[in-house]
């Protein structure tokens, strides 16, 4: 007698989740469209402006050079090696970034908490001061010596906030105050290394610490690629044990079979792996990480299986318009990334914690 009202509850209970799904999956989609379109505007905006026709041209030669298309000699460079690097590293860097805010936001059921707020990139700013002010660097030569400082320094930064909150036991709240407590070590530090530097060493400094995708290449790109590669997987893997997480605390994901530290000191291992590389070569390029997770979570909601992969769109999509405006603005002068994003991130932020309903930072 009850089976058939059963069974039509159920087939009601499915569909619903389908089409639930689905809308996830197209707003997910509609994003990363949105994406492509932005990223091919921008590569035809600049000093020189070009055509739809000739930038696709190029790129096209490039991927299949038995193509046979006919391209203009400048154009080619300019999309090449001037424009195209750059927009793929913000599409890269920007992806990044977001995906690591994400991660750590849900594994620390904190939406403050980025790269940039538990002290990831303080470590990195102290490790490029020191290679630019002092000269001392950890490993490399050269220029590379500010990358690689920046990377190690980053890396440890995250080791130590790791140890440190393994030794009081893997919860949210041992991360976040480790990490408040080195990034204001680290601040004061790279302060004091600025206050006795020389007027071109603060120059380089600030610059650095502004955060900028101009003197991407390809070997930069290929190097972040694979980092992403093989660290975003592992992410999304994890995702149902982020939702657990994030939900119901870590009593009842335990009670679920989640290993609650075990997931924590993943997702934040790899999230910093992920920003740190992306540092190594942009400078500090901050909000990114704390706003696109926000942004995508108000469109999608919080389910981590789709919030991690659409935050990745989101964060490249944020930054490629935030750099575009930078070097379009006041052309030929290009304002550094990071300064345009904040611009953009700050206010959006403010609207976060203004408007949003209470339980919407739950």
Same mark, same amino acid.
């Given at each position: ?39 091919? !505007? ?121 140890? !440190? ?198």
């Amino acid at each position: 007698m009850i089976k058939q009202p059963v069974a039509i509850c159920a087939s009601s209970s499915s569909e619903a989740y389908s089409r639930f799904t689905a809308r996830k999956i197209l707003a997910s989609l509609l994003i990363l469209a949105l994406l492509v379109v932005v990223a091919l !505007v921008a590569t035809t905006i600049g000093g020189v402006d070009l055509g739809v026709g000739a930038v696709a041209r190029s790129i096209v030669a490039r991927i299949a050079p038995w193509s046979g298309l006919t391209v203009d000699p400048m154009a080619d460079v300019i999309v090449g090696h001037l424009r195209l690097p750059r927009i793929v590293m913000g599409i890269l860097a920007g992806g990044g970034l977001a995906i690591a805010g994400a991660a750590m936001q849900g594994a620390l059921r904190n939406p403050l908490v980025c790269p940039f707020t538990i002290g990831v990139a303080s470590g990195a700013a102290l490790g490029a001061s020191l290679a630019i002010i002092a000269g001392f660097g950890l490993i490399g030569m050269g220029r590379y010596v500010v990358m690689t400082n920046a990377f190690l320094f980053a890396m440890g930064t995250s080791l130590l906030i790791l140890g !440190v909150a393994r030794l009081r036991g893997v919860t949210p709240e041992s991360f976040l105050l480790v990490g408040i407590a080195l990034m204001s070590f680290f601040g004061a530090a790279t302060g004091l290394l600025q206050f006795v530097a020389t007027e071109g060493e603060l120059v380089a400094v600030v610059h650095w610490m502004f955060g900028s995708l101009t003197g991407s290449s390809w070997v930069n790109i290929a190097t972040v690629a694979i980092v992403l590669l093989i660290c975003i997987p592992i992410m999304i893997r994890y995702s149902w044990d982020l939702n657990a997480m994030a939900c119901g605390g870590d009593e009842v994901s335990k009670s679920l079979g989640v290993n609650c530290g075990r997931v924590r000191t993943v997702s934040m291992l790899l999230a910093s792996l992920i920003a740190a590389s992306i540092i190594t070569f942009t400078g500090l390029i901050a909000f990114v990480g704390l706003v696109a997770p926000h942004i995508t979570r108000l469109l999608i909601g919080a389910d981590h299986r789709f919030l991690l992969p659409a935050s990745i769109a989101m964060g490249a999509l944020l930054l490629v318009i935030a750099d575009t405006i930078g070097r379009t603005i006041v052309s030929p002068v290009i304002i550094p990334v990071g300064i345009v994003i904040s611009f953009v991130g700050a206010p959006f932020f403010f609207y976060l914690l203004m408007v949003r309903r209470r339980e919407y930072w739950q």
